[in-house]
């Protein structure tokens, strides 16, 4: 029997997980998930980096992971560190692939070796992307939409920018 003055509505679809880890970035770029998650400070992006793998549906484990006691956060090093990340991603080829810059995608990261020394010093999460300007949403320098191009500009214009594409 219908009710007169009632509709249903079909239910709204769960975000993809892309949309998951760029909602979660884009609340807490500026707002930073300190009770959760803690701080490092000044290099903080690669935990908040991460905090949007998780968001995206990403598993921690016996390498890449957080915990938190009684106010007490601990890390794993993919977590909060840059190079680490790298090998943890290199070593993880079912997670992410390294990709040029034209087959970067919104949700992938990008990762900065401002001295080109083989070493990365700050990782990013791509934000949009307008032609060929890759733009990050990020923690260290806190922004929703930092230019890829910017950031190396800002370090002395010789560093280079590598993206991991993200297969999962």
Same mark, same amino acid.
């Given at each position: 029997?219908?009710?007169? @003055?009632?509709?249903?509505?079909?239910?709204?679809?769960?975000?993809?997980?892309?949309?998951a880890q760029m909602?979660?970035?884009?609340? =807490?770029?500026?707002?930073?998930?300190?009770?959760?998650?803690?701080?490092?400070?000044?290099?903080?992006?690669?935990?908040?980096?991460?905090?949007?793998?998780?968001?995206?549906g990403w598993t921690?484990?016996?390498?890449?992971?957080?915990?938190?006691?009684?106010?007490? =956060?601990?890390?794993?090093?993919?977590?909060?560190?840059?190079?680490?990340?790298?090998?943890?991603?290199?070593?993880?080829?079912?997670?992410?692939?390294?990709?040029?810059? @034209?087959?970067?995608?919104?949700?992938?990261?990008?990762?900065?070796?401002?001295?080109?020394?083989?070493?990365?010093? =700050?990782?990013?999460?791509?934000?949009?992307?307008? @032609?060929?300007?890759?733009?990050?949403?990020?923690?260290?320098?806190?922004?929703?939409?930092?230019?890829?191009?910017?950031?190396?500009?800002? =370090?002395?214009?010789?560093?280079?920018?590598?993206?991991?594409?993200?297969?999962?």
């Open positions: 029997m219908l009710l007169s @003055g009632c509709a249903t509505s079909p239910a709204a679809s769960a975000p993809t997980p892309v949309e909602d979660y970035l884009m609340a =807490h770029f500026d707002d930073r998930n300190v009770g959760q998650f803690g701080q490092l400070g000044g290099t903080d992006c690669v935990n908040f980096a991460s905090q949007g793998l998780l968001a995206r921690m484990n016996s390498e890449w992971w957080h915990s938190e006691a009684s106010g007490l =956060h601990q890390y794993g090093r993919p977590w909060i560190s840059s190079t680490a990340l790298m090998s943890y991603l290199t070593a993880h080829p079912e997670l992410a692939r390294e990709v040029g810059p @034209g087959e970067v995608v919104i949700g992938d990261l990008a990762q900065f070796d401002y001295k080109n020394t083989g070493k990365r010093n =700050h990782t990013g999460t791509v934000s949009r992307i307008d @032609g060929d300007e890759v733009f990050l949403v990020q923690h260290s320098e806190d922004d929703a939409y930092k230019s890829v191009d910017a950031l190396i500009e800002s =370090h002395g214009g010789t560093g280079t920018v590598h993206y991991w594409h993200l297969l999962k």
